[in-house]
């Protein structure tokens, strides 16, 4: 019987296929900034294994992406390594990235660019210098100490340009320290920062805010302020706004797309400038006064598809005061149309004010706006007087909106003891109300009689004082009554196209509906 044969083979033999036993990367965990790099390191054993071929993922790209065990961090929040042995898929190994903002700090003059997603801690007075500018990228965070060493509050002066490009899923903030974030800061006035304050004199000025949230600025003023040094503001009297234009500000401002919210006083203050200030939210402005939007003489401003919910005087105060004074400043003219004001007026004592106030020479064309359980409705006292220190230009349009109301009554004791509990019910001979105001616009005659609805929105419900926007809150009308119209010829009075920064934005046209969002 012939003998069995055996074949075998050496532990060094090449040709063999060695079964992958182990499988390691080596880091299990790592924090990173965004844009910083980090390498990571495969191993195999036994080292000989034939297949070291590795599938590389992260389970969010947005975060942090990798290529050949080169992690790249993106941008904030959290992301899942895995590497895979095509060897043995099972031994596969995974590394916990954590990316956070990069920190710097902040103060005196600043100019060129802050990178997106860094967070900026400012330590004394800011200022762009006149003939340079500041670019301030996506996902960046500037947190304001509440003042400086002499106790004037934080203000961002801008004599040059600024340009803050935020994006929807990473805006820009302008803030406080995450916990002086509450509105009792903002009726005392305590920890807040002094706002921008846009001093630059060239007809060719630029400024930019896009999707950025400014919140919590209203310091007083002291001697020591920057906007008192240079006779912006008065000790003693003035308050910090989130976005003033100065005088002499002669150049192009836009807001768009932005959050302003809980400040002291107005959200914008403009005393000079081009603007387009369009789809944005604003909400809390102003604690004892105080406006969303507040335009005074050498101004041109289309202020249209805002959302301004209670600010504590009026959603727009519009006025050519100042008109012909030592700077020179020419009428006001203002365009505003298609904006949503809810339950404007009612934080503040007194009959002047709670939706729009008109006044002083001022020519305005308001139209298609949408006014909720507001105090008021549009006031214009001494129309048909034009001048400086009477009332506005009577070649002026407000008209064609709606005002309309709800269920809800206010319960402050100043409403009771004046019977102004009911919004714009009573008020039809207030002395501040032109004939030639609203003459086609809808007028609430009982609760809920005009049919406005939102998607969501407490209308019957929600206080009329309330301050404290919620923002799952979703002013898109569900149902509208007819009767806008479509702005042809009305628009034309100011400069409805700025371009800023090489790119031209252009106001969205009126849309035959009252509101914002239909």
């Not at 895979?84 to 995974?94: D, G, Q, R």
């Not at 990316?99 to 103060?107: F, H, P, Q």
């Not at 002094?194 to 805010?209: P, Q």
């Not at 002499?248 to 797309?257: A, D, E, H, P, R």
Request: proline letters at 4%; aromatic letters at 8%; charged letters at 20%.
């Amino acid at each position: 019987m012939p003998a069995a044969t055996m074949t075998s083979c050496s532990s060094d033999d090449d040709s063999a296929d060695v079964t992958l036993s182990k499988f390691t990367i080596d880091q299990t965990a790592a924090t990173l900034t965004p844009g910083e790099i980090l390498s990571v390191t495969a191993q195999f054993f036994p080292d000989n294994v034939k297949d070291k071929t590795v599938t590389w993922t992260s389970s969010d790209e947005a975060v942090a992406t990798v290529a050949n065990g080169v992690v790249t961090a993106l941008k904030p929040g959290t992301a899942t390594i895995t590497a895979t042995p095509s060897a043995m898929p099972s031994l596969a190994k995974t590394l916990s990235i954590s990316v956070s903002n990069k920190a710097m700090k902040a103060s005196g003059e600043v100019s060129g660019t802050w990178e997106a997603y860094t967070t900026v801690t400012v330590t004394g007075q800011l200022k762009v210098p006149a003939g340079k500018s500041l670019t301030i990228e996506e996902g960046v965070e500037v947190i304001f100490n509440s003042s400086d060493a002499s106790g004037a509050g934080i203000e961002f002066t801008v004599d040059g340009n600024i340009y803050c490009r935020g994006k929807a899923e990473a805006p820009i903030i302008f803030s406080v320290p995450a916990n002086e974030r509450k509105y009792s800061n903002v009726t005392d006035c305590k920890n807040l920062w002094g706002g921008f304050m846009l001093n630059n004199t060239a007809a060719d000025a630029e400024a930019l805010f896009d999707n950025c949230i400014i919140e919590y600025a209203g310091s007083a003023m002291i001697e020591t302020s920057p906007s008192v040094t240079s006779g912006i503001y008065t000790a003693g009297e003035d308050y910090g706004v989130q976005i003033t234009t100065g005088p002499q500000f002669k150049g192009s401002l836009v807001v768009t797309n932005c959050t302003i919210r809980n400040g002291f006083a107005d959200g914008i203050y403009m005393q000079g400038g081009n603007a387009i200030i369009t789809h944005n939210t604003f909400s809390g402005n102003g604690a004892t006064g105080g406006e969303a939007v507040n335009v005074k003489a050498g101004t041109s401003t289309v202020i249209a598809y805002n959302v301004m919910y209670s600010p504590n005087t009026n959603g727009l105060k519009l006025s050519s005061s100042g008109q012909d004074d030592a700077a020179g400043r020419s009428q006001a003219k203002c365009v505003a149309y298609n904006n949503t004001i809810i339950n404007a007026g009612w934080r503040r004592d007194g009959t002047k004010g709670g939706c729009i106030y008109v006044e002083k020479n001022i020519l305005v064309n308001l139209f298609n706006n949408l006014m909720v359980n507001c105090k008021y409705r549009a006031q214009a006292p001494k129309w048909g007087t034009p001048g400086v220190k009477d009332g506005c230009d009577d070649k002026s349009v407000i008209d064609y909106n709606c005002y309309a109301a709800g269920s809800i009554v206010s319960a402050l004791q100043q409403d009771i003891d004046d019977k102004t509990t009911v919004p714009y019910l009573n008020y039809v001979s207030n002395k501040n109300y032109a004939d030639a105001v609203d003459a086609h616009s809808l007028i609430a005659k009982s609760a809920n009689d005009l049919g406005v609805k939102f998607t969501n929105y407490p209308l019957d419900t929600n206080k009329l004082d309330n301050a404290d926007y919620d923002p799952s809150w979703d002013f898109t009308a569900t149902s509208l009554p007819d009767g806008a119209t479509d702005g042809t010829g009305l628009t034309s009075i100011v400069k409805t196209s700025l371009s800023v920064g090489g790119k031209t934005y252009t106001a969205d046209a009126p849309q035959k509906f009252f509101g914002a969002k239909k």
